[in-house]
Every structure is written in structure tokens, then in C-alpha cells.
């Protein structure tokens, strides 16, 4: 590495990041659909270096493939496994992309996207136990249980890995969450990102005026929840991912 490279900040689809939005914050998302390595060299027309960052293995091939992909740009190309997905990978990379803009190196970059991992929390709550049932998410039996009680799945995830689902009924699926977030930062400033799949308007509203009211929030977005995340737990289903910042 030398200093003052020019770094781009590289994401895929599992970010819940559309190509608009990213690039308006200084983020690039590659297109799964096509060839990776020929996307990386047209980057790298444009930077030094890039650091592209992707879900945990465990959760996405993506890794692997963008591994595989930059196998001849390892010089200039450093696929990073966050540990993170969906809310989390998009709020890793809209983070980065913030730090180099600041200035920050590679290096510096790199640390703080770990200190993201450590310190922040990602839950998943979701009504489409079917789909938690068809992963081996969730035993047949208490899918059944859960379906016949109108039960949501509440998983979380730790280095990267989804832990095992707990039951959540309906009407306190966000007293719970919040109530999560709560008790583990208390009252420190906090980025939230949330991603929502196929849930009411009404719920939507519900998420964002309980995030503002009840956490101290220094930013926060809602956003669509991607198809990686989808195929996983669901079209009716909503991830948060929220970490503390740090005091100027």
C-alpha cells in the first residue's frame, strides 16, 4: 500500500444497496449476473485499490466468487468478509466509503469495519416460517407450532452466523427489538440501517418512529431488503443493524 491511493469501496446486492443509492454515497455494487473480474478492472481504472466487501460465507457464496474473481488483483483488490449481511453489509459499506472519504487509509479502514462487527448487533425478526423451515432454519415441528400462533422468528447473528430462532408474537415484535437494542447500548449515539421485505405500510411507519423515538439516534434509514437475505427468511421480514459512533 502507498499512501494517499485512491480507494473505491466495492459491495454486491447483499448489502441492500441499489447501484443509484451506493454511488451516491461513494459506494460501487457489482452485478452477480456477470463476470466480477472484468467489473473490478473497470474500477480499477478509476482507483488504486479496492476493498470489496461482502456478507459472512456462511450466509452468501458471494465471498467465494469475488475471491475467486480477483485471484489475478490481489495486489490491488481485497475481498473483505465482514461478517455481517443484508442491514449490516450495507451500513459496513456506506461506513467505509464515509472513513475514506474523511481521509482514512486502507489500514484505518479496515479496523474500523471490524470495530463494526464487534460492537454492532444485527437482528432478523420474520412471519415466513416456511422459509426458515425450508433452509433448516427452523425444525418442521415448531414451524407448525409457530404458524398456528401467528408467531414471528426473531434470529440473530454472531460472527457471522445466524443463531438458533426465538418466538416472538405478533404485537410485540418491535417492543422486542427495541428493547434488544436498548438494553446493549443504552444511551449511546447509534447508526441504525433497517432493510424490510414484503411488510405493511403501516409497519414500516411503526419501525421508523420507534427507532427515532426510542433510541439515540445520530442517523437512520429504511431501505428494501434484498433477495439474498429473501431466499433466506422470506418475503415478510425485516432485519435491523445498528452500532454506536463514537463521540467527535
Request: one cysteine or more; a positive charge.
Amino acid at each position: 500500500m502507498v499512501k494517499n491511493e485512491i480507494i473505491g469501496v466495492v459491495t454486491d446486492p447483499g448489502s441492500s444497496l441499489t447501484p443509484e443509492a451506493a454511488r451516491s454515497r461513494g459506494v460501487m455494487v457489482l452485478d452477480p449476473t456477470v463476470p466480477l473480474e472484468p467489473q473490478y478492472r473497470r474500477m480499477l481504472e478509476h482507483y488504486d485499490r479496492l476493498l470489496s466487501l461482502h456478507a459472512s460465507p456462511l450466509l452468501c457464496p458471494m465471498h467465494e466468487t469475488a475471491t475467486q474473481a480477483a485471484a489475478e488483483l490481489t495486489d490491488r483488490v481485497r475481498v473483505v468478509n465482514t461478517t455481517l449481511g443484508s442491514a449490516g453489509l450495507g451500513a459496513a459499506a456506506l461506513r467505509a466509503a464515509e472513513w475514506i472519504a474523511r481521509g482514512a487509509d486502507e489500514i484505518e479502514t479496515l479496523r474500523e469495519l471490524e470495530r463494526l462487527g464487534r460492537e454492532g448487533r444485527f437482528y432478523l425478526l420474520t412471519q415466513d416460517l416456511d422459509q426458515l423451515v425450508k433452509n433448516r432454519m427452523l425444525p418442521a415441528l415448531a414451524g407448525r407450532f409457530g404458524r398456528a400462533l401467528g408467531l414471528w422468528a426473531l434470529i440473530g447473528l454472531e460472527k457471522g452466523r445466524f443463531q438458533s430462532p426465538k418466538p416472538v408474537r405478533e404485537g410485540k415484535v418491535l417492543s422486542t427489538l427495541i428493547g434488544l437494542l436498548k438494553r446493549q447500548f443504552g444511551s449511546q449515539r447509534l447508526r441504525v440501517r433497517a432493510t424490510l421485505g414484503e411488510v405493511s405500510p403501516q409497519l414500516r411507519d411503526e419501525v421508523k418512529q420507534a427507532l427515532e423515538r426510542e433510541l439515540h439516534l445520530e442517523a437512520g434509514s429504511l431501505a428494501p431488503m434484498d433477495p439474498v437475505a429473501r431466499m433466506r427468511v422470506g418475503d415478510r421480514a425485516l432485519a435491523v443493524f445498528a452500532y454506536p459512533v463514537p463521540a467527535s
